[in-house]
């Protein structure tokens, strides 16, 4: 009897520090759900997405044909409804440049709600149509943000319910000290994702994602997000200079915000299916918020960290 009831008291104590660990994942998680998804309102930004076909050598990576550069503005809104921890947000993207792109516009819809997934509409001056993209689970390719290697699901704001969370380790990380935490979609969730891990390297101090090790379902890592510069606009750590690489096609996309503006007064009306198709309203708009761009214009308010 005594004997059990030793072994009994060594299996607790044995699993007390598993249990801490994953305790621990998910609070620094929700300190990163802080500080990205709750420490500001509103934004307004532009955009420069930069995407090539690459090769490697000698440890340096380089593009292998010319990149394809797309400049567009971007515009979103959140709220946190009563008694929910995740917010309803909505954001509109318009390209600017080139000029054969110019006015496509995208719109998507997140939602606090639960199970509910994030809604992306896009529209394409060339056919005069709205589409709708759905981001599907089987595919990498579903959903790209612009022709990018950001794809629908990489845009989406991500529900902190959605993962469960394990504390893999500390480390340092570019002269940062990061944690290492691992995100595994929930059944729910899985049904309508193409990755089945994300490893996570958090900065300490700012809460901030520095670094994603994206798996898909089959354990191949598929894609690496790498943020390069960091800035601090208010009281927001925001990644101001990031790449998406496509590990599989050997594809890369950076991009870099180059004006942000943060609790703009934006319209709820603005970043709906009206400025997709309603050319003159949304000009109108966004000629409005562009005077918030433009007093940014050459700077935020405090100069890039690096990550």
Known sequence: MKITYRIFLAALF????????AQDAREIMIKVDDATNHSYSSSARRVKFSTCRYNVAGGKLSCAEKPRI?????????RRPPGRRDND???????????????????S??????DKATDFWIYLPVLSKVKRIVSVADSGESGSVF?????????????????????????TYRGRAVWKIESIPTPNRSKRSFYGRIVSYIDKERFIVLKQDLYDRSGRHHKQFTV????????AWLATNAAMNNLTKRRITTWEQSDIVLNVDIDEEFLSQRSLTDFAYRERQMQQYRKYLNQAKGGTPQAPAKP
Request: net charge negative.
């Open 228 to 235: 390069l510069d960091v800035t601090r606009v208010g009281k």
């Open 14 to 21: 044995l699993a007390a520090p598993a249990v801490c660990l």
């Open 147 to 171: 022709g990018s290697e950001v794809t629908a699901e990489d845009a989406e704001v991500k529900k902190l319910r959605d993962y469960t969370y394990k504390l893999l380790g500390e480390e």
């Open 109 to 114: 819809w997140g939602y606090a709600e639960d």
């Open 89 to 107: 947000n909505k954001s509109l993207d318009v390209i600017i440049q080139p000029v054969s792109d110019k006015n496509t516009a995208m719109l």
């Open 70 to 78: 797309v400049i567009f503005e971007s515009f979103g809104k959140s």
